[in-house]
């Protein structure tokens, strides 16, 4: 059974700063390009950023510079270290795992950044 479970989610003031994990379990970590997502109330759910098993990221525009993926093969992890949060990046952000076609998700973690 495939998780994807995040975790580092909560309250943050207006450029405050926060790291969230996702621990997947069920899949061969390495073969999927691993992704956070991000869903704002009465928005779409959009890409934040996206990495390789080799270390390739993408990044959203708007979260260039402020936010860094990573990946950690050995411990089947992927963080998303944010910086200068700003109450528009208020959201629940998922965790994706991708390979091909197939996709999972976790629940997602809330993260809401007060003015």
């Known amino acids: 059974q495939v998780q994807l479970v995040e975790s580092g989610g909560g309250l943050v003031q207006a450029g405050g700063s926060l790291r969230l994990s996702c621990a997947a379990t069920g899949i061969i970590f390495s073969q999927n390009v691993m992704g956070w997502y991000r869903q704002a109330p009465g928005k779409q759910r959009e890409l934040v950023a996206s990495i390789t098993s080799g270390g390739t990221t993408n990044y959203a525009d708007s979260m260039k510079g402020r936010f860094t993926i990573s990946r950690d093969n050995a411990k089947n992890t992927v963080y998303l270290q944010m910086i200068n949060l700003k109450p528009e990046d208020t959201a629940v952000y998922y965790c994706?795992?991708?390979?091909?076609?197939?996709?999972?998700w976790g629940k997602g973690t809330l993260v809401t950044v007060s003015s």
């Open positions: 994706n795992a991708r390979r091909t076609i197939i996709n999972y």
